[in-house]
């Protein structure tokens, strides 16, 4: 059995029937020290905690150092992670916001300027991505990198990561009514920075 | 209408993510005012310009590093945890080892020397007479 684990259709047909399992039925194998069932996990939610990292510190290679560290924390505390009503994806954007926060307070501690942190975006896009694509992604995450940190993160999870209210809520750990509140102001800030953007969409005036 | 543009103005177009107690209302006021379908357009260009964002593509150095945590994790625990895996631990047999001695030197000097222990009570309240000598009955006696 072990000699064909590595063998390619035995790793498909693993790999096929793990697939159709749950974030959270693939954790509780994770603590039981099943890899293929934390590769899944890797596949299914890398690039979007990726993406959400990066553009909450705005470095791409940031982003990737926080990504090594809530894999290497998935895989260290599996044996112990326990649901307690809570989704998977809820509890890992909250692992990752949490690594980002520590990073933002020890860049604060060293006094480093927003403007020295590097170009927010940098080799995010497919190497289809039109060019058009790229400069307006471009615009949009520097307008994202000019809010205050909170609104960040609300925008982001409810409106680039597809989160549900109450998901991002339960990430940013605040009321209903205070997500409401962050994203109005996020939003707001965000409408004036991108408006040429928007004319651009609507072909109309901003 | 500006109930309708608030809603908008936090929640997006998209009346999915709108508070329940919110959406008959607003769907009332779509079917009937044309303003308010214009907002909606307007909001809804936005949601789009934000929902394109593409999608962040890892690096393949970045998915080797992380697929091979296990491995690098199991290798790491083979070389150094049997070797030194007491070591997080010795901190705490540390202090049970001093509270342990402590104990046992408490136990031992005020069993079995009693009196002498007394006499330091007496002597410390000698040496607070002898700090502040007799000026303070005096003073408070006058």
């Known amino acids: 059995m072990d000699s064909t684990r590595g063998a390619a259709p035995a790793g498909t ?4 029937a793990l697939n159709i399992l749950s974030d959270e039925a693939l954790m509780q194998r994770v603590g ?24 909450l510190l705005g470095d791409r290679a940031e982003g990737e150092e926080v990504m090594q560290e809530a894999f290497l924390k998935l895989w260290r505390g599996a044996a112990n992670w326990q649901p307690r009503g809570a989704r998977f994806t809820t509890w890992f954007y909250r692992v990752v916001l949490n690594l980002c926060i520590d990073r933002q307070r020890k860049r604060r501690g060293r006094q480093v300027p927003i403007e020295d942190a590097g170009d927010p975006v940098d080799q995010r896009q497919p190497a289809d991505a039109g060019i058009h694509d790229r400069q307006m992604s471009r615009q949009i995450d520097g307008a994202l990198a000019e809010l205050p940190q909170r609104q960040r993160e609300a925008v982001s999870l409810c409106y680039l990561q597809g989160l549900t209210n109450r998901e991002a809520a339960d990430v940013l750990q605040v009321n209903i009514k205070a997500l409401e509140s962050l994203l109005t102001r996020g939003r707001a800030a965000l409408k004036q920075r991108l408006g040429h953007l928007r004319s651009e969409l609507t072909g109309g005036t901003p | 209408m500006d109930e309708f543009r608030t809603l908008l103005e936090a929640w997006g177009a998209d009346p ?12 009332a006021l779509l079917a009937s005012s044309g303003e308010a379908r214009m907002l909606l357009a307007d909001e809804a260009a936005f949601d789009a310009l934000l929902a394109g964002v593409p999608e962040t593509v890892p690096s393949a150095a970045l998915m080797q590093g992380i697929l091979a945590i296990p491995r690098t994790a199991k290798q790491e625990r083979k070389a150094g945890g049997w070797r030194f895996g007491f070591l997080p631990a010795l901190p705490r047999f540390a202090g049970l080892a001093t509270a342990a001695m402590l104990g046992f030197y408490i136990g031992t000097t005020s069993l079995f020397q009693p009196a002498r222990s007394m006499a330091a009570d007496t002597e410390t309240v000698n040496i607070s007479d002898y700090v502040f000598g007799d000026s303070i009955d005096g003073g408070a006696g006058q």
Not at chain 1, 13 to 16: E, F, G, I, R, V
């Open chain 1, 13 to 16: 047909a693993d790999a096929t």
């Open chain 1, 32 to 55: 039981g020290g099943d890899e293929p069932a934390y590769r899944i996990l890797v596949a299914r939610h890398l690039s979007r905690h990726l993406g959400f990292a990066t553009r």
């Open chain 2, 16 to 27: 999915a993510r709108w508070p329940r107690e919110r959406q008959t209302g607003a769907q």
